[in-house]
């Protein structure tokens, strides 16, 4: 499997965002989950409508580490959560395709890459991308590499930041700045 990158620039996600919104409101809804709760794909592509349906916290069992997660969901999922399932069953899985059965994680590669790459990123992109985004700008906002291993459950923080690309945005940095 191909290692991918965050997007790391919050412009990049903004325009992401539109293309998507001109798309459908699931595409949509389905890229700001990722990027926003930091789940695995299998993970985010499990929830049903009653996961998040008049709920404060979104609560698993991970599909890998077989680990509960709770987190909560933030002010910008709430009233997207809200609007898209308002005419949905509480047991219906909440990314559906045209034809009524759950979104799988080729079709959700094929709506993140196609978007990204309409964007114009080079970076290289898949599903994974999401979670690496959420856990990037998590640590550009807090500077806290603790509570992100936490919440992805790594063994060591090291690992934590070579997840994200801060170890290698830090090599870049310092050849960049050294010159003799």
Known sequence: MAIVEPIRKKSDIQKIERILAKQNTRDLLLFVTG???GLRISDIL????????DKSHIQIIEKKTGKHKK?????????????????????DPLFITIFGNRLDRVQAYRIIHAACKQAGLEEKIG??????????????????????????NH??????????GIEQDKIDESYKNFIL
Not at 46 to 53: G, I, K, Y
Not at 78 to 89: A, D, G, L, S, T
Not at 128 to 152: A, E, N, S
């Open 35 to 37: 990027t926003n709760c």
């Open 127 to 152: 599903t994974h991308t999401l979670r690496k985004t959420f856990g990037y700008h998590h640590y550009q906002t807090f500077k806290d590499v603790v509570i992100l291993q936490k919440i992805f």
């Open 71 to 91: 987190f909560p969901i933030n002010s910008k999922l709430k009233p997207m959560f809200q609007e898209f399932i308002q005419n949905m069953k509480a047991d």
């Open 46 to 53: 499990a929830l049903n409508v009653s996961d998040v349906r």
């Open 155 to 164: 063994s060591t923080p090291q690992v934590t930041l070579r997840y994200i």
